[in-house]
């Protein structure tokens, strides 16, 4: 997210900084990824070496490579003690849905602001500590870890 918590504008991220897209890269590969459809066709395309879920209420929407979910709170709790490690991707949306079940958040906040129309939800973090933070040029990237 930028500095004033915008995730996105016109259904697409309005930056792209090499450094973090990487991080992001390291971080989520050989593991399974899950975006809101808008989110997801704002990429337009398949994140090599990872598993992706879509949630959508578009019975007729289909991609190939991507499994439909249509109940994101029943595909949630169905997955809450599984081994498989799920990365909420977005949107806004997906986030704040999400929230309750994340036992760990990957969190990067860049220096700067951009025009947005979509922000990143308030969130209660009251139940979550940094474990590690790291400064890069243009962001910071932190992990929090639940602790209740």
């Known amino acids: 997210m930028d500095a004033k918590h915008g995730i996105g504008i016109n259904e697409k991220m309005p930056w792209s900084i090499k450094e973090e897209m990487q991080l992001f890269t390291q971080t989520t590969k050989g593991h399974s990824l899950l975006f809101g459809r808008k989110t997801f066709d704002g990429i337009g395309r398949l994140l090599k070496n990872r598993k992706h879920y879509v949630v959508t209420h578009n019975s007729s929407y ?28 977005g949107g806004a949306s997906i986030y704040k849905q999400a929230f309750p079940y994340i036992k760990e958040a990957y969190i990067s906040i860049l220096n700067t602001s951009y025009p947005c129309d979509t922000f990143f939800p308030e969130m209660n973090w009251d139940d979550f500590e940094c474990d590690y933070s790291q400064t890069f040029e243009t962001f910071t990237h932190y992990h929090y870890r639940r602790i209740k």
């Open 62 to 89: 289909h991609k190939e490579g991507v499994e439909i979910i249509d109940d994101l709170d029943l595909f949630l709790k169905k997955n809450q003690a599984s081994e498989e490690v799920i990365f909420i991707s």
